[in-house]
């Protein structure tokens, strides 16, 4: 099994969700997150002063999926989340080691 956490842009979370939902994915985990990566945050201003923003506003995707829907999900997060522009964010995959349903008690892939 395998975890794929995705930082995306928070306006692309509906299509990425909805392009997820047709690749036959169940369940996800969504967060809010803040960091920074090249872009290394930016300026705005407000009431006429500007100010550094060192965060931006991010969602984190944490979905676990059988090792064989792998590139299915990750196809699916690049084609919906990429805007071309820096900031886009990134991908991590991991190998899961033990799945447990707490409800059932039911492990590995039929726990998901």
């Known amino acids: ?9 928070p306006f692309k979370l ?3 969700k909805e392009a997820l939902v047709e690749e ?14 090249r872009q ?4 705005e201003t407000y009431r006429g002063s500007e100010y550094q923003i060192e965060f931006i ?8 999926v059988d090792d064989s829907l792998q590139e299915k999900v990750v196809d699916a997060i ?3 989340a990429k805007t071309g522009q820096v900031g886009d964010g990134k991908i991590f995959i991991s ?3 033990e799945v ?3 409800r059932t008690e039911e492990s590995g892939p039929q726990a998901l």
Not at 40 to 43: A, D, I
Request: charged residues 35%; proline residues 2%.
């Open 1 to 9: 099994m395998k975890k794929i956490e995705a930082i995306i842009r």
């Open 14 to 16: 509906d299509e990425v």
């Open 24 to 37: 036959g994915i169940k369940g996800l985990t969504i967060s809010e997150v803040r960091g920074y990566g």
């Open 40 to 43: 290394k945050g930016h300026t």
């Open 57 to 64: 506003p991010k969602i984190k995707i944490e979905i676990v």
């Open 78 to 80: 690049l084609r919906t």
């Open 95 to 97: 190998d899961v080691q």
């Open 100 to 102: 447990i349903r707490i």
